[in-house]
């Protein structure tokens, strides 16, 4: 027994398979990554700030936050920063939930809202995604009562790729005005929907984003918030005055500049290889979810076999059961030669 709470003794750590992963050996189509190297103007933003002497200053973000409300389209007062979105769904779900409150966390989905929600001691319902009906939405709703204090929509659902309509979020929102409604706009970039623009007349939802899994930084750590003014207030007495760390946003802020580096790479992923791998799978007859992220969770006849090729061409992908225990793959999408690359392996194995 550790001298903690005993239902934190009891827990297990959220240990996602990083081991032994190389971008040099590896083609890395396991963790929704940005597959290319950051742009030239990010590394040399970095370099320029190591070489400027500040490291032994505490960090000092200006108007990083200005920078990134223009970005979203809303207002700066709707915006905070947090260390990475895994930091910000932490400080949501504890700033939002007492020991003992109910929690709808939608699955199979991003293994961080459970996390978090055990360490609440939260009583955690569980309605099921389905790969013809998407979202279970009906089940949502039925399982709002007047302990629920949180809902998680994950949009789009980390591993299905599942897309939840503006209007059913609303729905949800207006079901649970006790509750917060934690929208997790991870893969904004990729999927272009949100919810970020109803923050104001909705104050129980509250988004998270990160400059994780387009911006090509999980590395460094930035994501950030955007909810109604009042809730922002309230977060920044949670969110510690240095949690994040200067060089994610010496990064960003360069990045920003040059949306281009960003837009072009999407552009590439959602309008080239992600057809490429679709027609692929559709030609095999292997069934896949309908994804509006970077990355397609495919069930081929042979999936751990599959896996193994993978690997020995030096190709990671990550599989992932789905609720009734059937393995699938899911596959990150890179840019066309390494689709092209990824095709010729699984062409050869399949
Ligand atoms: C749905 C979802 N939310 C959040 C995260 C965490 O991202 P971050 O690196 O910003 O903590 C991930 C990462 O895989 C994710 O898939």
Do not use: E, P, Q, Y
């Given at each position: 027994m550790s001298v903690f709470k005993s239902h934190i003794d009891a827990m297990s750590a959220y240990k996602p398979p990083l081991d032994g992963r190389d971008p040099h050996k590896h083609l890395l189509l396991d963790f929704n990554e940005r597959t290319q190297p950051v742009a030239d103007v990010v590394r040399q933003a970095l370099i320029d700030y190591i070489n400027s002497?500040?490291?032994q200053m505490y960090p000092a973000y200006g108007d990083i936050t200005d920078k990134i409300a223009g970005y979203a389209g809303v207002?700066?007062?709707q915006v905070m920063i947090t260390n990475g979105s895994d930091q910000g769904i932490d400080l949501v779900i504890r700033a939002a939930c007492r020991e003992g409150d109910e929690a709808i966390i939608p699955g199979p989905s991003f293994a961080m809202y459970k996390q978090v929600a055990l360490v609440e001691n939260l009583t955690i319902i569980e309605p099921q995604y389905s790969r013809e009906k998407g979202f279970p939405l009906a089940e949502t709703l039925a399982a709002?009562?007047?302990?629920?204090?949180l809902i998680t929509v994950s949009n789009p659902n980390n591993p299905s790729g599942t897309l939840v309509s503006r209007d059913d979020i609303v729905t949800i929102a207006k079901a649970a005005p006790e509750a917060v409604i934690l929208v997790d706009e991870c893969y904004f970039e990729y999927?272009?929907?949100?919810?970020?623009?109803?923050v104001g007349l909705y104050p129980n939802l509250v988004v998270t984003r990160t400059?994780?899994?387009?911006?090509?930084i999980p590395s460094l750590r930035l994501g950030y918030i955007i909810a109604a003014a009042e809730n922002v207030r309230a977060l920044l007495n949670v969110r510690g005055p240095y949690d994040i760390n200067q060089l994610a946003i010496v990064a960003i802020r360069a990045a920003l500049d040059n949306l281009d580096t960003v837009e072009s790479y999407v552009d590439e992923v959602m309008q080239v290889s992600k057809p490429m791998l679709e027609a692929f799978l559709d030609a095999k007859g292997i069934d896949y979810w309908p994804s509006g992220g970077n990355y397609l969770w495919s069930f081929p006849a042979n999936p751990l076999e599959i896996n193994a090729g993978l690997l020995d061409a030096g190709i990671l992908v990550r599989p992932k059961a789905d609720s009734g225990g059937r393995m699938g793959l899911r596959i990150t999408l890179g840019d066309k030669l390494q689709t092209e690359r990824l095709l010729g392996v699984l062409d050869g194995l399949i």
């Open positions: 002497g500040r490291l207002a700066a007062d709002i009562n007047d302990k629920t204090r999927a272009s929907v949100t919810v970020a623009d109803l400059f994780s899994k387009t911006w090509g």
